[in-house]
């Protein structure tokens, strides 16, 4: 079993920057991809950046292409989180951001194991 639980989100002005974390618990998260995933209002719930459970290297994380040299994800297993940096951020980067936990990093959205409460991002213009 894990355990996630996000935060960081807020409210914040076109151009700006949010750092999201996701705090995990439970012996096994160092076993698991890691995921976050956005919901905005009237839309399906869309992947936005998974990371290996190594974390390792670069080559080892896969970004949507909306966000890809905006959005960094990264984790520490040994402190059982993983963060997201996002820059740049723009009105339509608003959502519900979500952490999910998975065993392969090119899992489908339906093949997460573990969710987390989500965390609400709101982009101003």
């Known amino acids: 079993q894990v355990q996630l639980v996000e935060s960081g989100g807020g409210l914040v002005q076109a151009g700006g920057s949010l750092r999201l974390s996701c705090a995990a618990s439970g012996r096994t998260f160092s076993t698991y991809a890691m995921g976050w995933f956005r919901q905005a209002p009237g839309k399906e719930r869309e992947f936005v950046a998974a990371?290996?459970?190594?974390?390792?290297?670069?080559?080892?994380?896969e970004y949507a292409e909306s966000v890809k040299g905006r959005f960094t994800i990264s984790r520490d297993n040994a402190k059982r989180t993983v963060w997201m940096q996002m820059n740049s951020l723009k009105p339509e980067d608003t959502a519900v951001y979500y952490c999910?936990?998975?065993?392969?990093?090119?899992?489908?959205?339906?093949?997460?194991?573990?969710w987390g409460q989500g965390t609400q991002v709101t982009v101003s213009s």
């Open positions: 990371i290996h459970w190594s974390g390792g290297s670069t080559n080892d994380a």
């Open positions: 999910a936990a998975s065993g392969s990093l090119y899992a489908r959205i339906d093949e997460y194991d573990y």
